[in-house]
């Protein structure tokens, strides 16, 4: 069993940065891959970010590639997602999500879930 839980969402003006954080319990987490999801308000939750357990192979949404950083330090357990160059379409509910098996840019193939965080970016 692994629990999820995100910080570091706030309101931001658009070109500034912000970094998510994603601390799990479980100390199996370091073995599976970690991804990052967003849903903005009436819209689905689309994928933003994923990287393996190694933290070898990572991936990126077309919408945040070049802006967005997705790294994981094993030692403290956490995640993170560094977000530079914010835009107003960035503005979503951020969730970390964690599977065993695997990456995945489907919402549907993680197991565990984070309860999600609010990022806001003004223009």
């Known amino acids: 069993q692994v629990q999820l839980v995100e910080s570091g969402g706030g309101l931001v003006q658009a070109g500034g940065s912000l970094r998510l954080s994603c601390a799990a319990s479980g100390r199996t987490f370091n073995r599976y891959a970690l991804g990052w999801f967003r849903q903005a308000s009436g819209k689905e939750r689309e994928f933003v970010a994923a990287?393996?357990?190694?933290?070898?192979?990572?991936y990126y949404a077309v919408s945040v590639k070049g802006r967005f950083t997705i790294s994981r330090d094993s030692a403290k357990n956490t995640g993170y997602l560094q977000m530079d160059s914010l835009k107003p379409e960035d503005t979503a509910v951020y969730y970390c999500?964690?599977?065993?098996?695997?990456?995945?840019?489907?919402?549907?193939?993680?197991?565990?879930w984070g309860q999600g965080t609010q990022v806001t970016v003004s223009s």
């Open positions: 999500a964690a599977d065993p098996r695997g990456l995945s840019n489907s919402s549907s193939f993680y197991t565990y």
């Open positions: 990287i393996s357990w190694t933290s070898v192979r990572t």
